[in-house]
T-cell receptor
């Protein structure tokens, strides 16, 4: 079955360390996205990518970085510059950067202490 | 800019009760509207969508009608089940004057259905 795989499901890091969250899709979708979810705040867009080797900042990109070297993969790095990194991170994809629906992974819960 | 406002939760209902979750929006263009559902510990899943005024989206007993005159897209279900307990997100997709579509989410409404 096609879908989006995020790993790991839970991730723990010490403050000051960079950490990379994995996102892989086998839906053959061109567009991919990273969202951050905090209690009571809904979803906020971190980065998105329309095509391989291209990506754009979303609403809260500071302290994050991404790469899109392959169509299937869109890893997110949470750097030490992100002031409040503890959150639930969701990766999504869509056929294109249009109004087509998003398909989501099951998320990674990152805890930084 | 675009925005989505949905009723604050949590909403607690008994099984077989009628459900309404209100959603209103502000958009500069002609948006498509969506409801997504998030079950505990999981990502979001598309529940239903509507792409133009007066369209009705429906799925799994849930319905929502795109009302342009009231800029609303309220989610309804006639008889909820315990398995409907989840967080529900209203969202819109709009170009907002730019070249790319952007998806804007509401803050989510937690629904708990008791047996």
């Amino acid at each position: 079955d096609g879908g989006i795989t995020q790993s790991p499901k839970y991730l723990f890091r010490k403050e000051g360390q960079n950490v990379t969250l994995s996102c892989e899709q086998n839906l053959n979708h061109d567009a991919m996205y990273w969202y951050r979810q905090d209690p009571g705040q809904g979803l906020r867009l971190i980065y998105y990518s329309q095509i391989v080797n291209d990506f754009q900042k979303g609403d809260i990109a500071e302290g994050y970085s991404v790469s899109r070297e392959k169509k299937e993969s869109f890893p997110l790095t949470v750097t030490s510059a992100q002031k409040n990194p503890t959150a639930f991170y969701l990766c999504a994809s869509s056929i294109s950067l249009s109004n087509s629906p998003l398909h989501f992974g099951n998320g990674t819960r990152l805890t930084v202490t | 800019g675009d925005s989505v406002t949905q009723m604050e939760g949590p909403v607690t209902l008994s099984e077989e009760a009628f459900l309404t979750i209100n959603c209103t929006y502000t958009a500069t263009g002609y948006p498509s509207l969506f409801w997504y559902v998030q079950y505990p510990g999981e990502g979001l899943q598309l529940l239903l969508k509507a792409t133009k005024a007066d369209d009705k989206g429906s799925n799994k007993g849930f319905e929502a009608t795109y009302r342009k005159e009231t800029t609303s897209f309220h989610l309804e279900k006639g008889s909820v089940q315990v398995s409907d307990s989840a967080v529900y997100f209203c969202a819109l997709s709009d170009r907002g004057g730019g070249s790319n579509y952007k998806l804007t989410f509401g803050k989510g409404t937690l629904l708990t259905v008791n047996p």
